[in-house]
């Protein structure tokens, strides 16, 4: 079974920064798009950042100019960097890749205090 190991998330206050982590197994990160979406309770999970083999990113409207998405090659790993953090980003994050299948991390929880 596929495993997208999560970790990174916190408390912060608004403002604040947190770098959050994705750890994929070799043979899907190197041919998956790897993507973070946020999940708040009774709302659909929505994409907030996502970037390819080749290193293009897309973002989110309300991602951009504040996350950076990316890529770790020697690591198999993906980094979600959030700066000006603001309560409404409060949510569970999830770790996706999409290749050979569609995976889904269990989540990392991140709470942003006003």
């Known amino acids: 079974q596929v495993q997208l190991m999560e970790s990174g998330g916190g408390l912060v206050q608004s403002g604040g920064s947190l770098k959050l982590s994705c750890v994929a197994p070799?043979?899907?990160?190197?041919?998956?798009?790897m993507g973070w979406y946020r999940q708040v309770p009774g709302k659909q999970r929505e994409l907030v950042a996502e970037?390819?083999?080749?290193?293009?990113?897309n973002y989110a409207d309300s991602a951009k100019g504040r996350f950076t998405i990316s890529r770790d090659n020697a690591k198999n790993t993906v980094y979600l960097q959030m700066n000006s953090l603001k309560p409404e980003d409060t949510a569970a994050y999830y770790c996706?890749?999409?290749?050979?299948?569609?995976?889904w991390g269990k989540g990392t929880l991140v709470t942003v205090s006003s």
């Open positions: 996706n890749s999409v290749g050979i299948g569609n995976y």
């Open positions: 970037i390819t083999t080749s290193n293009t990113t």
């Open positions: 070799r043979v899907i990160y190197w041919i998956s798009r």
